[in-house]
């Protein structure tokens, strides 16, 4: 594997973590992934190198990702959480209870929905990356 070029790396050394090589293969599976991977696509990455990793590390790691406010987790109805970095922009997921499909969604869609809470009801909502449940579309024409 390539150098590591992870700022979540970096933010974890700054902080005084131990980079060991476990912890180093769950930032990358994190970061290298396009999409949002779960503790068990981690875990199979991390045991193709290290096979005595145990996935009680990876779900350790992930926890303190989390507690750092590194990575962020979605549970998008598939009964497991699946994570990406902070870093990687902030969006919401529509998903078809149907079909399956998800949806991204801008962050600002959601910023009126704030707004009405905190004039309402004087709750400051940490709307960040939510999953939103429903049917698409495509689903609706074929009912
Ligand atoms: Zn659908
Ligand atoms: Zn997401």
Redesign the pocket.
Known sequence: MDQLDSSIADKLGQRGYRLTPQRLMVLAAIENSDDHVSAEEIYAQVVARYPYVNISTVYRTLELLKELGLVTEIDLGEGRVRYHPVDKGHHHHLV??????IIDVDESTLARLQDVLLARYNFSASLRHVAIFG??????QQQ
């Not at 078809?96 to 499909?101: I, M, N």
């Open positions: 078809c209870q149907k079909c399956g499909a049917t698409c579309g495509k689903c609706r």
